[in-house]
């Protein structure tokens, strides 16, 4: 079976010829990989350990940042670069809550939230053309709670859920 078949096998409910696999992990990581393995690219890595990874598409953003702040992400977020103790490498932090001090639904409501009209979905089918055919494709990646804890800080996050 390709890597593409075992995915969609599973989400069929029937059984593959193994389990699929898939790998995420930091760029420093993968070049890591890479390199011991003796492997020119991501894809080669994948074939010699056998893994199944899924590729991911994403439509184009027409917009980069919040309307109401330049340095944030679309979603009002702003994130910070923090070195691991080693020097190894880097992962990204989030360093501001936009939605920390909302009491009510209207303070909700009155926040500029990211908009469908920001992203091209007409570039899809050209980015789906450039894809390898045997690997299942997936678009987007949501985490809706590590949002929610991202724009309301993780320690309100828990608060609201003993809360509300």
């Not at 969609?8 to 760029?27: F, S």
């Not at 890595?45 to 590729?55: E, R």
């Not at 340095?71 to 190894?88: E, L, P, T």
Request: charged share 30%; with cysteine.
């Amino acid at each position: 079976m390709t890597s593409r078949e075992r995915w969609l096998a599973v989400l069929a409910g029937e059984k593959p010829d193994r389990i699929p696999t898939d790998i995420w992990a930091t760029p420093e990581t993968h070049r890591k990989l890479q390199r011991a393995l003796g492997c020119r690219d991501e894809r080669e890595v994948w074939k010699k350990l056998h893994i199944d990874a899924a590729v991911g598409v994403q439509p184009p953003r027409k917009v980069s940042s919040h309307p109401d702040d330049a340095k944030a992400d679309i979603w009002g977020i702003r994130y910070r670069s923090v070195a691991y103790a080693d020097g190894a490498g880097v992962y990204r932090e989030c360093e501001n809550h936009p939605l920390a001090h909302v009491r009510n639904a209207a303070e909700v409501h009155a926040f500029r939230w990211p908009r469908p009209e920001d992203c091209d979905f007409a570039a899809i089918p050209c980015l789906l053309d450039a894809l390898p055919r045997d690997h299942v494709v997936f678009c987007g990646g949501y985490e809706p709670f590590l949002l929610y804890c991202y724009l309301r800080g993780m320690e309100q996050a828990m608060v609201d859920l003993v809360e509300n």
